[in-house]
């Protein structure tokens, strides 16, 4: 394990290298149930426990963390043994899947696996919800990224700006793509970043919103890369985030709406999210800070009017969000507070009852020069 | 609006040419009404009826149409004044946006106009469920697609594959994107196309099965180009194929999932839908054939182990299905009379329990070469 570790801190992943470090990891997993079984005993891996008791936020680092409680699942024991051989599958597909250079969706692996025992009626797995969460025992128990095993989930946002960015063998200048700008994949481990001219990375809440940026010229007049989530942001863009951050030293800075949801999508891209507290290091971007839209942007930009009222919805989620650790500093209890005592949420295109280019000639900027970000 | 609908039927739409053409049919809009009132008229204009009874499906064409019926919006009508005040202040608005060659996401439409008029608590619209509807009132009575307004929904979808687009100067040649492609934003308007080299369009409903087609270099190898919808395409997806097809007379070849969820999104890409029937001459893609996943498959490559069961809901689908008359053909309720009889569904995804490569090697160029696709 000391060497992956290793690995992961490099700048610049070398992917050939890490697919045979993965493959000698599953290997390895192998090797260990086999001697269980030369040694007369229970065939058994450890894996982490990812109860919420078992999460802690590192202040420090402000990054999700996994703690270090385990289980041992047994192959001779009722209640495992199912699983056991379940994950054995799923290891020896991933270790196939590494080695021939290929990827799968969690779903086709599940169909891969669904009926892989021949001359039996009985089905390996019964549905998606049996080998998914076996596949996240797999990486916490390995200590591999999900990616890392070949396997993907789905894959949402849209990148746009000064870089240069090399995908499969082909260079693509994300600054000549028009108004339409390039898909993030599930999987961005193979890229490799080039050309590079940019302040910051905007990280966008609402395509609407990146949209709007793109047609105002945004990253053109302010030297910085755009990158829209369309929602909570799925993997690979976490990762690119993350990567663009780590390797090449750019800030980040995110823009969402100013209500639960959107204070709790930047935290993920910040701080990682409690159900992958196992891949905050290689998701999660502590740097990043937050730009809008905030409770005081109201009063400061004269945005009353145009504010919505929260549901009862909101008021949970905003609770919910005072009780999490990672919120738990002043600007951020006062945001929150603020909202709630209000009743007011206020959405990013709120900002067009000032004008279309409001956004991108006055407030974004402006907040920029003069440091307003929270952290 | 006859030169407006012809301008329609030209392979290349000249987007300036047409901006101006938009503002004239809006400022005749705004001139209609100041007739009306100097004649001492109650000021009025017609929209047509949206219900159900407005719609058929017009066989020949295979396409949704909206039909004749249209009712009166007048302003000395209490219960009409509020609505005709707010058509009005969008007319007038989409006018601004096209003049100044803006484009605004429906929501910053709303924000725009939420509070806007001076000296008065009181709001113009209350939330975006007013401004919504009579978006769509002002596109079917002026007969203005909501894009040439320059409003735009979300966007969605992803294309990758031998043509070359040019996108506000830039040339985007979207067969050297990687592995990653371009996102298709939800107005495509201002899209030109150069240097095709496709025997057809894939269009695919799930991200997953565009990766593995990615992946395989499908459209490499089969010279093709790739489109992802995502899920239900959206507008600018809709648009894009159809424009393809239009424009570059290059055939469509639809490929979803094998359940009622599928069978829609390939009538909608094909015939349009019932919310836009108003537009599905300009988003339908008639020509469109269906590749799979079918009934038929089941059998024909030993699926049967890696069926889904049909659940309360789908069965509901399916017989809704089984009523709209662009269903009503023998191919197509031979598919949803089987899928109700057997109980089954079949994903796209289904195919990896054959192999990864088998929808790429078999499948699909198997089925193109002898024909075997759905009208």
Same mark, same amino acid.
Request: charged content about 30%; aromatic content about 8%.
């Given at each position: 394990?000391?060497?992956?570790?290793?690995?992961?801190?490099?700048?610049?992943?070398?992917?050939?290298?890490?697919?045979?470090?993965?493959?000698?990891?599953?290997?390895?997993?192998?090797?260990?149930?086999?001697?269980?079984?030369?040694?007369?005993?229970?065939?058994?891996?450890?894996?982490?426990?990812?109860?919420?008791?078992?999460?802690?936020?590192?202040?420090?680092?402000?990054?999700?963390?996994?703690?270090? %409680?385990?289980?041992?699942?047994?192959?001779?024991?009722?209640?495992?043994?199912?699983?056991?051989?379940?994950?054995?599958?799923?290891?020896?597909?991933?270790?196939?899947?590494?080695?021939?250079?290929?990827?799968?969706?969690?779903?086709?692996?599940?169909?891969?696996?669904?009926?892989?025992?021949?001359?039996?009626?009985?089905?390996?797995?019964?549905?998606?919800?049996?080998?998914?969460?076996?596949?996240?025992?797999?990486?916490?128990?390995?200590?591999? $990224?999900?990616?890392?095993?070949?396997?993907?989930?789905?894959?949402?946002?849209?990148?746009?700006?000064?870089?240069?960015?090399?995908?499969?063998?082909?260079?693509?200048?994300?600054? @000549?793509?028009?108004?339409?700008?390039?898909?993030?994949?599930?999987?961005?481990?193979?890229?490799?970043?080039? @050309?590079?001219?940019?302040?910051?990375? $905007?990280?966008?809440?609402?395509?609407?919103?990146?949209?709007?940026?793109?047609?105002?010229?945004?990253?053109?007049?302010?030297?910085?890369?755009?990158?829209?989530?369309?929602?909570?942001?799925?993997?690979?863009?976490?990762?690119?985030?993350?990567?663009?951050?780590?390797?090449?030293?750019?800030?980040?800075?995110?823009?969402?709406?100013?209500?639960?949801?959107?204070?709790?999508?930047?935290?993920?891209?910040?701080?990682?999210?409690?159900?992958?507290?196992?891949?905050?290091?290689?998701?999660?971007?502590?740097?990043?800070?937050?730009?809008?839209?905030?409770?005081?942007?109201?009063?400061?930009?004269?945005?009353?009017?145009?504010?919505? %009222?929260?549901?009862?919805?909101?008021?949970?989620?905003?609770?919910?969000?005072?009780?999490?650790?990672?919120?738990?500093? @002043?600007?951020? @209890?006062?945001?929150?507070?603020?909202?709630?005592?209000?009743?007011?949420?206020?959405?990013?295109?709120?900002?067009?009852?000032?004008?279309?280019?409001?956004?991108?000639?006055?407030?974004?900027?402006?907040?920029?020069? %003069?440091?307003?970000?929270?952290?």
């Amino acid at each position: 394990m000391t060497q992956a570790k290793e690995s992961r801190g490099n700048a610049v992943v070398n992917k050939e290298a890490r697919d045979k470090e993965v493959v000698k990891v599953l290997d390895d997993f192998g090797e260990s149930i086999l001697k269980n079984i030369d040694k007369n005993e229970s065939p058994k891996f450890k894996v982490p426990l990812r109860s919420l008791s078992n999460i802690h936020f590192d202040r420090a680092a402000n990054l999700l963390r996994l703690g270090d %409680k385990v289980s041992s699942r047994n192959f001779i024991n009722m209640a495992h043994s199912k699983k056991f051989m379940q994950s054995l599958l799923i290891g020896a597909k991933c270790k196939e899947l590494v080695s021939r250079g290929k990827t799968a969706s969690i779903r086709e692996l599940y169909y891969q696996l669904k009926h892989a025992i021949a001359n039996t009626k009985e089905n390996t797995f019964e549905d998606q919800g049996e080998s998914d969460p076996l596949i996240v025992d797999l990486e916490t128990s390995l200590k591999v $990224l999900r990616e890392e095993l070949h396997l993907k989930a789905d894959d949402k946002g849209t990148i746009i700006g000064n870089i240069v960015i090399e995908d499969s063998g082909d260079f693509i200048d994300c600054s @000549k793509l028009g108004r339409s700008g390039l898909s993030v994949p599930s999987i961005i481990e193979h890229y490799k970043f080039h @050309k590079v001219k940019a302040d910051y990375v $905007l990280v966008i809440e609402t395509a609407a919103m990146f949209d709007r940026l793109v047609e105002e010229k945004f990253p053109q007049d302010n030297n910085c890369i755009m990158v829209s989530t369309k929602g909570q942001a799925a993997r690979g863009c976490r990762r690119l985030v993350h990567r663009i951050n780590r390797e090449l030293k750019i800030p980040i800075i995110m823009f969402t709406d100013g209500d639960p949801w959107g204070y709790y999508i930047y935290s993920v891209i910040k701080a990682g999210s409690m159900a992958l507290a196992h891949e905050s290091e290689r998701l999660g971007t502590p740097e990043t800070r937050f730009i809008g839209m905030t409770m005081t942007d109201i009063e400061e930009y004269g945005l009353q009017k145009v504010t919505e %009222k929260l549901k009862d919805v909101d008021k949970k989620r905003i609770s919910e969000l005072l009780q999490y650790p990672w919120f738990q500093n @002043k600007e951020w @209890k006062k945001e929150l507070q603020m909202m709630s005592e209000r009743g007011v949420r206020i959405e990013q295109q709120a900002l067009a009852s000032k004008s279309l280019e409001f956004v991108a000639q006055e407030y974004l900027p402006e907040k920029i020069k %003069k440091g307003k970000l929270l952290p």
